[in-house]
C-alpha cells in the first residue's frame, strides 16, 4: 500500500526560513548590476522566538493506518527497550524497506515519515540513500519525485551562474576586459584608472565605490577560506591534498562555494568555522555522485560540463562546478539560515545570538540534572546530592576540598594581618615603603583567593559549548560519528535544528558527569575541551554499550519525552 502524501503544511517553512529557501532555490533578486544575489534574512533560531521565548518541538501525530508506529522519536523511545532507545529492527533490509516505502511508495515523498525514520539513523549501506533523505529533509529535493530531475538541473544552472557572476576577473569588474591578447589593463576605463590605489583620487573616492577595495576585501577572503579549507579533516584523504589530484579538486570546490556563499550573502560573509559545516554535506554528496557514476559505468572523478554532460574542460579554463558542490552549497544555504545567528558577533548578546543559546543549554542541564548544573556553575551541591551517590574517591576528594577551604580561610586572615601590620608600620618606615608592602600583600591576597576560587570554580559553557553548538559538534567526533549524528539534527522540523543540537550537547554533558562533579575547574575544561570518545568503567552510561553515538542519542531522545 503506497505511503500516505505529505500535506503541503507538514513541508512549509516559517517566515524566515521560507524567505531564505526562496532565495536558494531561484528566488534570487537582481544585484545592483543586474546580477544575481543570493540573501538568507536573519531568523530566529530553533528555541527562541523574537521575543526570546523558548519554542518547542512540534510533535508529530500515530499515523492513521492502524500500523501502531509511533509519530515522534521521544514517543517512540518511551515505549522502546526501556533505555530511551527507540525501537528499530536492527536488519539493514528492513531499514532501508522502511526508506524506500516512505521515499518511493507514493507519487511524493512522505516527508514527515522520513524524518521520523533519519531520527532513527540512516542506512550506511548506500551513500544515495543519505544523500537523498538529506536534500528532502533541508529542503532543497520537494515531495514530488517527478520534479526532481527538473530542480537539479535548475539549480545546478542557476549555481554555475552564481559562480560565474561572483567570480569575474578584476579587469571585468572594472569595466576592462580580460581577453583579446591579454591587454586587459591597456582597456580599463578611464574611471577604473583613476580608481587606482596609488593614484591620489582615491583618497576622496568611498572606499564602498572602490573596485580596489572590493578586489583586496575578495583577496583576503579567499585567503582566509583557503587556510580553513587546508584545515578541514586532514586525516581522511578525501579532503587532504596530499592524497592526490582528486583531493586537490575537492579542495577547490570548497573553496569555490564558500567564497560564492560569502559573496552573496554580505551581511554575514564568510566566517572562520563555516568550511566545518559545509565538509559534511560536501562528502556525503560527492560519495553518492561517484556511486551513481561507477553505477552507470561513468568516470566517477569526470567533471559535469554546464550542459549536464560530462567531460574535462579546456585547460585554460578552471573545471566547472560539480553536482556534489552545487548541491551542497544550496543544502548548506539551507542549514546556515537555522545557524547563521551563531556566526554574526553583532547577534552574540540578543536572544537569538551564540550566548542566549548557551544559556539554553544550561537550561536543560539544570531540568535534567541539577546537580551537574550546580557543578557546572560553580555552586556547591545540589538538588539530587547525596554521600550514598559519592564514591569514596569523591569522598576523599570532598573532604579535601573542606580541608583546603579551611586552610584557604586562615591563610587570608593571617595576610589580612600582615597587611595590618604594614598599614600601621614603625614611624622610621616612609609612607612609600609602607605602600609599597601593602600593595604587594593585597596581590598575593588577591591572588590566592583567585586560585581557591579556580579549585572548583565556575565552569562557563564558552570554554566548551561555544565551538559544540558553533560546530555542530563536528570537531568532537569523527567524520562517520558527525554523520550518523546529523541525520537526527537534520531530521527536525524546520527552525528546530538548533533545538536537537542543544539536546545532543546537554547529553554529552550527562553522559560524563561522574567525572565532571568532583573534579577541579582546569580537569573539567580539558575534559570537555576534548571529549572522550571511548566507553570507560566510570561512565555509567556506557555500561553495556561501545557506541558512543547511540548513547548519546539515547539521551537526547528521553529528553524529548
Not at 544552472?157 to 576577473?169: D, G, N, P, W
Not at 612609600?432 to 559553557?461: F, H, I, Q, W, Y
Request: glycine share 10%; net charge negative; hydrophobic share 40%.
Amino acid at each position: 500500500m503506497p505511503a500516505p502524501m505529505a500535506s503541503p503544511s507538514m513541508c512549509e517553512q516559517p517566515a524566515a526560513a521560507a524567505a531564505a529557501a526562496a532565495a536558494a532555490g531561484g528566488g534570487a533578486a537582481g544585484g545592483a548590476d543586474g546580477g544575481p544575489v543570493l540573501v538568507v534574512e536573519p531568523g530566529p533560531s530553533c528555541g527562541y522566538a523574537s521575543s526570546g521565548s523558548p519554542l518547542t518541538l512540534q510533535p508529530l501525530t500515530p499515523k492513521s493506518d492502524g500500523s501502531g508506529v509511533l509519530a515522534t522519536a521521544g514517543e517512540a523511545a518511551a515505549a522502546s527497550d526501556g533505555k530511551g532507545l527507540p525501537r528499530m529492527s536492527s536488519g539493514l533490509e528492513t531499514r532501508e524497506s522502511a526508506f524506500d516505502e516512505a521515499i518511493f511508495g507514493g507519487d511524493a515523498a512522505d516527508i514527515r515519515e522520513v524524518r521520523r525514520l533519519a531520527s532513527l539513523g540512516v542506512p550506511d549501506g548506500d551513500p544515495c540513500l543519505r544523500a537523498t533523505v538529506w536534500k528532502l529533509m533541508l529542503g532543497y529535493l520537494p515531495p514530488e519525485r517527478n520534479q526532481w530531475d527538473d530542480v537539479l538541473a535548475e539549480k545546478r544552472a542557476q549555481y554555475l551562474e552564481f559562480e560565474r557572476h561572483v567570480t569575474v576577473s578584476f579587469e571585468e569588474r572594472c569595466g576592462g576586459s580580460s581577453g583579446g591578447g591579454g591587454g586587459g589593463e591597456e582597456e580599463l576605463t578611464r574611471e577604473a584608472a583613476s580608481d587606482d590605489p596609488l593614484s591620489t583620487p582615491l583618497r576622496s573616492k568611498k572606499k564602498s565605490d572602490s573596485k580596489w577595495a572590493e578586489h583586496f576585501a575578495d583577496e583576503a577572503t579567499r585567503e582566509q577560506i583557503s587556510v580553513d579549507v587546508l584545515r578541514t579533516r586532514p586525516e581522511m584523504h578525501f579532503f587532504n591534498g596530499e592524497s592526490g589530484p582528486a583531493a586537490l579538486a575537492r579542495q577547490a570546490e570548497m573553496r569555490r562555494a564558500l567564497f560564492v556563499y560569502a559573496k552573496l550573502n554580505p551581511g554575514t560573509g564568510y566566517v572562520q568555522g563555516m568550511n566545518e559545516l559545509f565538509a559534511p554535506l560536501y562528502y556525503m554528496f560527492s560519495l553518492a555522485d561517484e556511486a551513481q557514476a561507477k553505477a552507470k559505468g561513468r568516470d566517477a572523478t569526470a567533471q559535469s560540463n554546464g550542459d549536464g554532460t560530462k567531460g574535462s574542460a579546456p585547460r585554460s579554463e578552471p573545471p566547472p562546478p560539480s553536482a556534489a558542490e552545487a548541491d551542497a552549497f544550496f543544502a548548506f544555504v539551507s542549514l546556515m539560515s537555522e545557524m547563521r545567528d551563531c556566526f554574526v558577533k553583532q547577534l552574540d548578546d540578543t536572544s537569538v545570538g551564540v550566548k542566549a543559546l548557551m544559556a539554553r543549554l544550561m537550561e536543560i542541564v539544570e531540568a535534567e540534572d541539577p546537580a551537574l548544573h550546580g557543578r557546572l556553575e560553580g555552586v556547591s551541591g545540589g538538588a539530587n546530592d547525596s554521600q550514598d551517590d559519592i564514591s569514596p574517591t569523591g569522598k576523599l576528594a570532598a573532604r579535601f576540598s573542606s580541608a583546603w577551604s579551611a586552610f584557604s580561610a586562615s591563610s587570608q586572615q593571617y595576610v589580612r594581618n600582615l597587611r595590618e601590620r604594614a598599614r600601621g608600620g614603625s614611624a622610621s618606615e616612609g609612607n612609600a615603603t609602607r605602600g609599597s608592602r601593602a600593595a604587594s600583600l593585597s596581590k598575593e591576597m588577591e591572588a590566592n583567593r583567585r586560585e581557591t576560587e579556580n579549585m572548583r570554580g565556575r565552569v562557563d559553557p564558552q570554554f566548551y559549548a561555544f565551538r559544540w553548538i558553533t560546530l555542530a559538534l563536528t570537531q568532537e567526533f569523527t567524520l562517520v560519528d558527525v554523520v550518523r549524528l546529523w541525520d537526527y539534527l537534520l531530521a527536525a522540523e524546520p527552525l528546530c535544528v538548533v533545538e536537537r543540537l542543544l539536546r545532543l550537547c546537554a547529553s554529552m554533558l550527562l553522559r560524563v558527569k561522574p567525572m565532571l562533579v568532583n573534579a577541579d575547574f582546569p580537569t573539567c575544561v580539558k575534559l570537555l575541551q576534548t571529549y572522550p570518545l571511548e566507553p570507560t568503567e566510570e561512565l555509567c552510561e556506557d555500561a553495556g554499550s561501545t557506541d558512543v553515538v547511540a548513547v548519546l542519542l539515547r539521551g537526547a531522545f528521553r529528553m524529548e519525552t
